[in-house]
């Protein structure tokens, strides 16, 4: 059967290790190399009855535990067909560090969710494996949450349909039927990877509320329940942010579709609005603005400022939640990054990073561009040695090497 690595040990990865193992034959190894989760894991799955469980709105499933091989050993990774990073973008770099000696010709190589910049990250890895195909999805299929650290995990929803970047651009259709066969999640075709980079939707909704609601809030230590709520108190204010930044995000793509004619497909590629209503079909109630999208949503409803206690039962802001932590340096200054490279300017993004970047102690920007300390902190294309739009696209439209291997029915392995 082929082999496919699943590398990371969080909620999501959970999530996908079980669904390989239920839906498909494929031989399922999970890369745990981090602190000690491979013991963890294997303690933990060991100690339950029922293996590897996921809990959702249909009931349980439990994974034998014989189906799974959890280890620590890159070496597993050397006759895979596929790897795949189920891990926050900033942990992309030490998994592939430890697995890219032992790739083969032609692995597919793919970060769920992608983020930002995924594609800079593993161009030098793609120049010394030859036909590998590099993929990332716009989101995690999956909101979910482990309840049993290694054994009992929760899926809260699942996405109706996840799009799909890959490059060489070319692969994307292939390499998403063999994904929507393997996650029982429609996965669609979206282009290259750039074009996940400009989707990626998490890199202005996060910052960008996080930005107004700290703004707001000032400097006071709050009770718990004048904790905000993230989406649905946007207010005026964040929903006129969000259009904007989102409004410069599509002028970037406006310019990239210009400066290279029909090749890139950038279909997917759609405001900040457009969006929130394909992917929360039927859980809105109110869409006549972005203002009432985001506070009738009814997957966003109780979602609140992420925050930590500072004394007993007084809270502020959480300045090392993800939504900065990870949508910034793998999100938003990739895609400024890239504006610069196509001399699009972005004054909205300019000023929600130069403010939030006070907060996180990172100086993103120095006289209109991105500071030698973003560039190194953050996966913008520059990170890379990437100095011009050219560089910055370079193998999106190479043609597929060779056949993509096996067929959707054999990847499936039933
Ligand atoms: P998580 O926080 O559960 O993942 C943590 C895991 O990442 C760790 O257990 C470890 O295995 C790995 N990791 C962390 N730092 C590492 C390092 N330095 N080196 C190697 N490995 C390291 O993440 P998750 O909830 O599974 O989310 C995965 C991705 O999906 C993230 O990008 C997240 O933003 C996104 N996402 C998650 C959800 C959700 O419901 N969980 C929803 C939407 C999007």
Redesign the pocket.
């Known amino acids: 059967m082929p082999r496919v690595v699943v ?9 996908l290790v079980a669904t390989l193992a239920l839906r498909t034959s494929l031989e399922v190894v999970w890369y ?4 000690d ?1 491979a013991d963890r894991v294997m303690r933990a799955m060991a100690g339950s009855p029922g293996g590897l469980t996921v809990v959702s709105s249909a009931g349980e499933c439990m994974v034998d535990r014989g189906r799974v091989v959890v280890t620590r050993d890159p070496r597993m990774a050397s006759s895979a067909m596929a790897v795949l990073l ?6 992309h ?3 592939l560090e430890g697995l890219s000696p032992w790739l083969s010709p032609g692995t597919m190589v793919g970060a ?2 992608a ?1 930002g910049g995924f594609e800079y990250q593993v161009k030098e890895l793609a120049g010394r494996v030859p036909g590998m195909v590099a993929f990332g999805l716009q ?2 299929p ?5 309840e049993v650290y290694g054994c009992r995990v929760r899926v ?1 929803g699942a996405k109706a349909r996840v799009l799909l970047g890959s490059r060489p651009q070319a692969a994307a259709p292939r390499v998403a039927s063999i994904l929507s066969a393997w996650l029982g999640v429609p996965v669609v075709a979206g282009g290259g990877l750039t074009a996940m980079t400009l989707a990626n939707t ?1 890199q202005i909704l996060h910052p960008g509320l996080m930005y107004v609601h700290i703004r707001r809030l000032g400097d006071r230590a709050l009770a718990a329940q004048e904790v905000p709520l993230f989406y649905q108190e946007a207010g005026e204010e964040g929903a006129a942010l969000l259009a904007s930044m989102s409004a410069e995000v599509m002028e970037l793509r406006d310019a990239l579709a210009r400066a290279f004619g029909g090749l890139l497909d950038l279909g997917g590629v759609v405001d900040v609005y457009t969006w929130l209503k394909d992917a929360y079909v039927g859980q809105i109630d109110d869409q006549s603005s972005l203002l009432q999208a985001l506070a009738s949503n009814r997957a966003y409803r109780g979602i609140r400022l992420p925050v930590v206690e500072v004394a007993e039962g007084r809270y502020r802001p959480d300045l090392n939640s ?1 939504y900065l932590t ?2 910034v340096p ?1 999100g938003l200054v990739v895609t400024r990054g890239l504006a610069e490279l196509a001399g699009v300017a972005t004054p909205v993004i300019d000023g929600v990073l130069t403010e939030v970047g006070a907060w996180m102690g990172v100086v993103w920007l120095r006289e209109g561009r991105l500071s030698p300390e973003g560039v190194a902190r953050s996966r913008a294309p520059q990170r890379y040695g990437v100095k011009t739009l050219a560089e910055a696209l370079a193998g999106e439209f190479e043609p597929i090497a060779g056949k993509l291997e096996p067929d959707v029915r054999e990847a499936v392995g039933r």
């Open positions: 590398a990371g040990g969080g909620h999501g990865a959970h999530v745990l190399p981090y602190r989760e189920v891990a926050p973008a900033f942990a770099e030490s998994l769920i969710p983020r989101t995690l999956w909101a979910c949450r482990l809260l998490g993800r990870e949508d793998f």
